[in-house]
């Protein structure tokens, strides 16, 4: 089966003990954590004991996958159930975790994190087709959802919103489910007395858009050749919640137009005008420009190569991303500083 937001929600309220194995996953990173942590909550106290607990990266499965199988069926040592939660699952995965579905699991609720994957691949499937199982799939939040989600983190501290308050917030928050729900809290922590009301001032002096102030920071430092700027801006993303993959993608994106851009110059076409070809926005031109300097599109091309063969690197090998990702754009940022 399939729980959707409303269900999930009432799930969580009341878990339902017969479904014993969960597949969350999605676009929104920061919100399959949530949930898969949500879920493991059902079942848990806390988090932090080992005989119950257990946390598995699925890319270090591949050189023991029996290990799976032998977490799900383990007895804690204390008694009571357990739960194993399986993270950086991906479609590559299905089989190995399809080989473990029919394992006993009256004792153990498996929690299985995933990207951002279709509902129609075999991983999906397998684990809706189960009369055990259940998919949450997790998008980026919609108005109404930041809206839900403001009112619930300001309502547990005992706080209001004035109506342009909560405008300005959802128009300032939603990229990330994790990083929105720090971003509040952040706000609560301001706001410090119960029964307070949240002014416009109040969402502005704690709130910016930070979600796409820190990733924009990023991808503008590595392409720049800008190494302190980078280390900085990386940083303080990471510490915020931000994901690997939300670097990756979206430097792919400017590495492309710039890769056009430059190609379309090197074959005499004037820049401001290969610009315009390559479809870079009025506003981010002048930025291009610097960027492109005097590249030609081969050194974009072996920089995107660079960020591309890292995405694949995390999806497939188990390191860990944020160590990948810093790899990356560290590499095409000296690239860049170098030329």
Same mark, same amino acid.
Request: proline share 3%; aromatic share 6%; with cysteine.
């Given at each position: 089966?399939?729980?959707?937001?409303?269900? #999930?929600?009432? =799930?969580?309220?009341?878990?339902?003990?017969?479904?014993?194995? =969960?597949?969350?996953?999605?676009?929104?990173?920061? &919100?399959?954590?949530?949930?898969?942590?949500?879920?493991?909550?059902?079942?848990?106290?806390?988090?932090?004991?080992? =005989?119950?607990?257990?946390?598995?990266?699925?890319?270090?499965?591949?050189? %023991?996958?029996?290990?799976?199988?032998?977490?799900?069926?383990?007895?804690?040592?204390? *008694?009571?159930?357990?739960?194993?939660?399986?993270?950086?699952?991906?479609?590559?995965? !299905?089989?190995?975790?399809?080989?473990?579905?029919?394992?006993? =699991?009256?004792?153990?609720?498996?929690?299985?994190?995933? *990207?951002?994957?279709?509902?129609?691949?075999?991983?999906?499937?397998?684990?809706?087709?189960?009369?055990?199982?259940?998919?949450? /799939?997790?998008?980026?939040?919609?108005?109404?959802?930041?809206?839900?989600?403001?009112?619930?983190?300001?309502?547990?501290?005992?706080?209001?919103?004035?109506? %342009?308050?909560?405008?300005?917030?959802?128009?300032?928050?939603?990229?990330?489910?994790?990083?929105?729900?720090?971003?509040?809290?952040?706000?609560?922590?301001?706001?410090?007395?119960?029964?307070?009301?949240?002014?416009?001032?109040?969402?502005?002096?704690?709130?910016?858009?930070?979600?796409?102030?820190?990733?924009?920071?990023?991808?503008?430092?590595?392409?720049? *050749?800008? &190494?302190?700027?980078?280390?900085?801006?990386?940083?303080?993303?990471?510490?915020?919640?931000?994901?690997?993959?939300? #670097?990756?993608?979206?430097?792919?994106?400017?590495?492309?137009?710039?890769?056009?851009?430059?190609? #379309?110059?090197?074959?005499?076409?004037?820049?401001?005008?290969?610009?315009?070809?390559? !479809?870079?926005?009025?506003?981010?031109?002048?930025?291009?420009?610097?960027?492109?300097?005097?590249?030609?599109?081969?050194? #974009?091309?072996?920089?995107?190569?660079?960020?591309?063969? !890292?995405?694949? %690197?995390?999806?497939?090998?188990?390191?860990?991303?944020?160590?990948?990702?810093?790899?990356?754009?560290?590499?095409?940022?000296? /690239?860049?500083?170098?030329?």
């Amino acid at each position: 089966m399939e729980l959707r937001p409303a269900q #999930f929600s009432s =799930f969580i309220k009341a878990p339902d003990k017969n479904l014993r194995i =969960f597949l969350v996953y999605g676009p929104d990173e920061g &919100l399959v954590r949530e949930r898969a942590k949500q879920l493991s909550l059902t079942v848990l106290e806390t988090l932090d004991d080992p =005989f119950c607990y257990a946390e598995i990266e699925a890319g270090n499965l591949d050189g %023991d996958p029996a290990r799976l199988r032998d977490e799900i069926e383990a007895i804690s040592m204390m *008694g009571g159930e357990r739960v194993v939660r399986l993270r950086s699952a991906g479609n590559v995965h !299905a089989k190995l975790i399809q080989s473990v579905l029919d394992a006993d =699991f009256s004792n153990t609720l498996l929690v299985i994190e995933a *990207g951002d994957i279709k509902k129609t691949t075999a991983l999906v499937k397998s684990i809706t087709g189960l009369s055990n199982g259940a998919a949450v /799939a997790c998008y980026h939040d919609k108005a109404q959802d930041v809206g839900s989600l403001i009112q619930d983190v300001l309502g547990e501290a005992g706080l209001t919103a004035a109506s %342009d308050a909560t405008d300005y917030l959802r128009k300032n928050l939603g990229s990330d489910r994790s990083i929105s729900r720090q971003e509040l809290i952040k706000l609560t922590l301001y706001m410090g007395a119960t029964g307070a009301t949240v002014t416009l001032e109040d969402a502005k002096a704690v709130i910016g858009d930070s979600s796409a102030e820190s990733v924009f920071d990023v991808v503008d430092a590595a392409l720049l *050749g800008n &190494l302190p700027g980078l280390e900085a801006s990386l940083n303080k993303a990471f510490f915020a919640g931000e994901s690997a993959i939300t #670097f990756l993608r979206l430097i792919q994106g400017q590495l492309k137009q710039l890769h056009k851009a430059a190609s #379309f110059a090197e074959t005499g076409v004037p820049l401001g005008v290969a610009l315009k070809k390559a !479809a870079i926005p009025p506003f981010n031109q002048k930025k291009a420009e610097a960027q492109i300097g005097r590249r030609g599109g081969r050194h #974009f091309a072996q920089c995107l190569d660079i960020i591309l063969k !890292a995405e694949l %690197d995390c999806k497939t090998t188990g390191s860990p991303a944020e160590t990948l990702c810093r790899r990356a754009l560290l590499r095409v940022c000296m /690239a860049n500083r170098n030329r």
